[in-house]
């Protein structure tokens, strides 16, 4: 479970680093959860091979704080959500020097359990910021300036409970609207106008929330949203809510947590406690689908269960953490051939962690705070670098414009990770 730091408003980014000059300007955007595309997949090229002899050097760090939520870069500002001992917090910083550019507070500090903090990373669209905190606030704010727009109680206004880790779902913007999930009796799923704040559609009713996030895919010869709650995947219009297909994923604790992908117009979803994987197959019927497993590997000997990592799909293959039991400490890094379930290799007790990839490699953090680099190719496991850079963490990596950012619950670092 996450390491809880007590740090206070006063000292947040007062041991700014300075930044190295770099070369080339860095450009390129990672404005949501899982990157661009929602797939953790980045098209950028150029980048290192394996660490420097002298270890990779940070561009910079800045002082963070709790919470379990990612990085998002957009506009040269790089975006995060904390928490300090009073507020969580969304936070903006220079995302080439890392200097501090504004701070707000969205809602009061979250408690848990499981760790305390917001756990869902923000989106950024349009000039603004959606932010979910751990007990569903939903709350649009200026990039410009952090600026609240609006902000909206999700659970209270819809009478859901909030799941018992705590509200996760990072918020995803898709035609005017941003979309969570909030496993509420009356509404699974709520779409908000953007600008105003006002309720789009709902979809879905009495599945609890779960803690995956949603995605767009063009699955079943359509481009659908589809969202994996606690107990099911659903595919809905996004343009009014209306359900499209409802298959049942029932996962212990509701533990439903990697984000679905889109594979050659079917849909992989994974989930830990020992569940298992499916890829599932959609065949229209009118103006709705029926939803059924092209193949599935499920339970203790299942080839893929993810826990809160989603993998990565390239070339026809997913490269995932295969995780063992209930939560247990064991998790295996596996590559599977996607078209089939059929594993193609597995690097044994490899450890938990988050992956991105990017220019042929998977860009790893562990909890342990490593940063790996590992080739990307189905022949085999190859391990290309490795490096301590942060405390215990579960926070998945970011990459814009060849710049790196990773943090845990008591920095933000950014790392150039481009050849020289």
């Known amino acids: 479970m996450s390491r809880l730091f007590s740090l206070s408003l006063a000292c947040l980014f007062s041991a700014l680093l300075g930044a190295p000059a770099f070369g080339a300007e860095p450009s390129g955007d990672w404005p949501q959860f899982l990157g661009p595309a929602r797939n953790g997949i980045s098209a950028e090229t150029g980048l290192l091979e394996t660490f420097p002899a002298a270890g990779l050097k940070p561009a910079w760090s800045a002082e963070g704080g709790i919470g379990m939520a990612g ?31 504004w701070q707000t507070a969205i809602a009061p500090a979250y408690k848990n359990s499981m760790g305390n903090g917001p756990r869902a990373t923000p989106a950024i669209a349009g000039g603004q910021i959606f932010t979910l905190s751990g007990e569903g606030i939903l709350t649009a704010l200026s990039l410009a300036d952090g600026t609240v727009s609006w902000s909206d109680n999700c659970l209270k206004r819809f009478g859901g409970k909030q799941a018992a880790y705590g509200m996760a779902c990072s918020p995803l913007v898709e035609g005017g609207k941003v979309i969570v999930t909030v496993g509420a009796p009356a509404a699974t799923v709520v779409a908000y106008d953007v600008k105003t704040g006002k ?75 020992n569940h298992g994987a499916t890829m599932l197959s959609l065949t229209k019927t009118g103006s709705t689908f029926q939803a059924n497993p ?40 596996t590559c599977i051939e996607a078209g089939t379930g059929k594993r193609a290799w597995q690097q044994v007790r490899f450890g938990k962690g988050n992956m991105i990839a990017a220019d042929g490699k998977l860009f790893v953090t562990t909890i342990k705070g490593d940063l790996v680099i590992v080739k990307a190719s189905p022949a085999g496991f190859q391990e290309l670098g490795r490096q301590p850079v942060l405390e215990m963490t579960r926070q998945a990596p970011a990459l814009a414009g060849g710049l790196l950012y990773v943090r845990d619950n008591n920095k933000i670092v950014c790392f150039d990770v481009r050849k020289p």
């Open 71 to 101: 990085v998002v870069i957009s506009g040269g500002k790089a975006v995060t959500m904390i928490e300090d001992a009073s507020s969580q917090l969304a936070v903006a910083l220079d995302a080439r020097t890392g200097k501090m550019l």
């Open 199 to 273: 309720q789009a559609w709902t979809a879905g009713k009495g599945d609890p929330a779960g803690y995956s996030s949603p995605a767009m895919l063009n699955v079943g010869g359509t481009r659908q949203l589809v969202v994996f709650n606690g107990r099911a995947a659903m595919g809905i219009n996004p343009a009014d809510g209306s359900l499209l297909w409802r298959y049942a994923y029932v996962t212990d604790y509701d533990c439903n947590i990697a984000t679905p992908l889109a594979f050659k117009g079917s849909i992989f979803l994974s989930a830990g406690e």
């Open 294 to 333: 092209g193949w599935e590997s499920l339970g203790p000997k299942s080839v893929m269960r993810n826990e809160w990592q989603t993998s990565i799909l390239l070339d026809g293959y997913l490269y995932g953490f295969d995780n063992v039991g209930g939560a247990g400490p064991i998790s295996h890094l």
